[in-house]
């Protein structure tokens, strides 16, 4: 390496560091001198990114802090990266561990229907039939534990058991599908990663809310959905709130998960929840009187894997005092949940009330328009979303278009001011929450 030694090459970064530290980045240490030459000092350089930002940035502070050193008029020349080192580790995508392992129980033999899923599960029944042909893409959303993730899973089933295990199917979280678009990057591999997932039959995504805060992988997942959607290819995406609901994701993504299907699905019945009892139960070959599936059912209002937890209790507690399944052993196993609840009241269901009662679009409360038909809507969204749900101002603000803490606060005390003054105003706040108490109950 000529007469340059890594002891001088050492000072020379401390130099760096010493006269431009705005310029010194961690990875200056991975940094390799070659030789020095004729005035010369020639630097390997690992990344051609690491190149660019050196050659652009660097330059005349790396000669400088050289010249510190060394005392004499030399410059730094950095060698871009020849040929880089191969990385024989396959990419995750490419092992498969992009599909979630699926749930053998998670079939449509096994999902419960009811009022509240009937859509929901009929529109991935004729999906799993032709994919790419009816409702593409589809859009399932509800909360948590009430199915979802049971119908994408079946879908996957139907698939496979249909096509005999071939076939390209994925299926994937929102955050393993960003994960492999980050790991992809780091490794060069944007272009693999697009063949992937681009020549895809079906692809499934969970929780596809979350992409909403990825920007880099937003703007990956767009060019993906396009290439699929114009290839006929089957995309089934699901999501907590529908398109318009989910906070500061983009028009053009709401507007194309909007082109197909958006089937929701709601809190199941107490006949529903009986049902969904009855199943599990007989997943387990438990056979449990009808008197303590109705308790079940009544005491656990809420979801679904709420339902399968208390029925594991009931099951645990009759096995430890060793006799049969009772209404006395299900009161004793279930007593601390005490009464029936039900689910709280949710931003949506605030602004579908809200848009419902002032005949607007629920787009409208979201959009940008500010003329008062508008507006004042949106501020009573803001002041009973205050009141009646634990969001914070910006949670909430990022339902209304991403509008900041700011505009929630002045619309939360422009209304409760109003309120005082207007006793009408008042009674209609009071009958839009009565709405939604009683749409909940």
């Not at 005349?60 to 990385?87: I, K």
């Not at 949106?378 to 505009?407: K, N, P, W």
């Amino acid at each position: 390496m000529g007469n340059l030694g890594y002891r001088t090459w050492s000072d020379i970064l401390v130099a760096l560091r010493s006269q431009a530290p705005e310029l010194t980045r961690p990875w200056f240490s991975t940094l390799e001198p070659l030789d020095l030459d004729h005035g010369v000092i020639r630097v390997g350089v690992a990344t051609a990114a690491h190149h660019e930002y050196l050659s652009n940035q660097c330059q005349t502070a790396f000669n400088r802090a050289a010249q510190s050193v060394t005392g004499r008029l030399v410059t730094v020349e950095f060698a871009p990266p020849t040929q880089p080192r191969p990385d024989e580790r396959p990419l995750s995508f490419e092992e498969g561990a992009d599909d979630l392992l699926l749930d053998r129980d998670y079939t449509f033999e096994n999902f419960v229907t009811g009022p509240e899923n009937r859509l929901a599960h009929a529109a991935c029944v004729a999906v799993a039939e032709s994919p790419g042909e009816v409702y593409n893409p589809l859009f399932i959303h509800g909360a948590v534990g009430l199915g979802k993730t049971h119908l994408l899973q079946a879908v996957c089933h139907q698939i496979h058991a249909r096509n005999h295990g071939s076939g390209k199917v994925a299926y994937l979280s929102c955050e393993t599908f960003t994960n492999h678009y980050v790991e992809a990057i780091e490794r060069g591999a944007v272009h693999k990663f697009r063949q992937h997932y681009r020549h895809m039959d079906v692809l499934i995504i969970d929780d596809i809310q979350f992409l909403a805060a990825r920007e880099q992988s937003r703007e990956e997942f767009f060019h993906t959905y396009n290439t699929l959607y114009q290839s006929h290819r089957q995309i089934i995406l699901s999501a907590d709130e529908p398109p318009n609901g989910i906070p500061s994701l983009e028009d053009r993504l709401v507007s194309r998960f909007n082109w197909g299907l958006v089937a929701r699905i709601d809190l199941p019945c107490l006949e529903t929840r009986m049902a969904i009892v009855r199943k599990k139960a007989g997943l387990r070959c438990a056979d449990l009187p009808e008197d303590v599936v109705h308790h079940i059912a009544a005491t656990v209002h809420s979801n679904t894997r709420e339902l399968e937890g208390a029925l594991t209790r009931v099951l645990a507690t009759a096995q430890q005092y060793g006799g049969a399944v009772t209404l006395d052993i299900a009161r004793q196993a279930l007593g601390d949940l005490g009464p029936a609840r039900s689910r709280q009241i949710s931003i949506i269901d605030i602004m579908e009330v809200v848009s419902e009662h002032f005949s607007i679009r629920l787009a409208d409360l979201q959009g940008k328009r500010r003329n008062r038909s508008v507006a004042f809507p949106r501020q009573v969204c803001m002041r009973l979303a205050r009141i009646l749900t634990s969001l914070s101002f910006e949670e909430i603000g990022g339902y209304f278009g991403g509008r900041d803490h700011t505009t929630v606060l002045h619309a939360d005390r422009t209304i409760g001011e109003l309120c005082s003054q207007n006793v009408e105003l008042q009674q209609t706040l009071d009958d839009l929450t009565a709405k939604l108490r009683q749409r909940l109950a």
